[in-house]
């Protein structure tokens, strides 16, 4: 009898151990057995994060607009400078620059990267492929002329642009205005 005792005990602590870490393993889960809560934003709360991210959405937009507008503006005061001397000027080399930087950061937030491995036939088909386009400007003046154009064009595509649209053909006019500017600055 008292074998047998033992034995249901012994049955009864592992019973008891089980049903314990069963309900161990259920509450690691979970911090007091429930299920979890997902954090819950208030409304109002959300509806004032949404509102700010907006605006910053719309501020941004309008801040790439103005980069532009820059960069057409450095274009023109390039195109005056190098009529004038018929040369690069160290005022001109920081305008250069300037308009390098403002490029870039109006590419990257449209999205785009440099496309120097692309070949003639992934280009879209809606690209202007004139005679003028394809061969490398060879004169300093026709560079800076062909550069100012193409700001021209930045800008115009920038404008027709939203926060929520992304335009291939700004993509595209920003790097042709990398790509004249690399000419321009060390003549490759």
């Known amino acids: 009898m008292v074998n047998r005792l033992s034995k249901y ?4 602590v592992f019973v008891f151990i089980a049903a ?4 161990a393993q259920s509450d690691a889960s979970t911090s007091n057995g ?10 109002n709360i959300q509806e004032t994060l949404d509102k700010h ?4 959405a719309k501020k941004d ?3 790439m607009i103005e980069r532009g507008e820059e960069a057409l503006k450095l274009s023109e005061e390039l195109e005056k400078s190098v ?6 000027s160290p005022q001109d080399q920081a305008k250069l620059a300037r308009l390098e930087k403002i490029t870039k950061k109006i590419r990257k937030e449209l999205g785009g990267d440099d496309d120097d491995e692309a070949t003639i036939e992934e280009k879209p088909e809606n690209i202007d ?3 003028e386009n394809k061969e490398k400007p060879s004169a300093l003046a026709s560079a800076v002329k062909k550069l100012q154009s193409t700001a021209t064009k930045l800008v115009d595509e920038l404008k027709k642009t939203t926060r929520f649209s992304v335009s291939v053909v700004a993509i595209q006019s920003s790097n042709s205005l990398l790509k004249i ?3 321009i600055r060390f003549g490759k």
């Open 181 to 183: 500017l690399k000419f």
């Open 20 to 23: 314990i870490s069963i309900n």
């Open 53 to 56: 991210r907006i605006e910053q």
């Open 9 to 12: 005990f012994i049955l009864l």
């Open 83 to 88: 009529a004038n001397n018929n040369k690069i």
């Open 129 to 131: 492929e004139t005679a």
């Open 34 to 43: 429930r299920a979890p809560v997902k954090d819950v934003v208030p409304k």
């Open 61 to 63: 937009h309008d801040e």
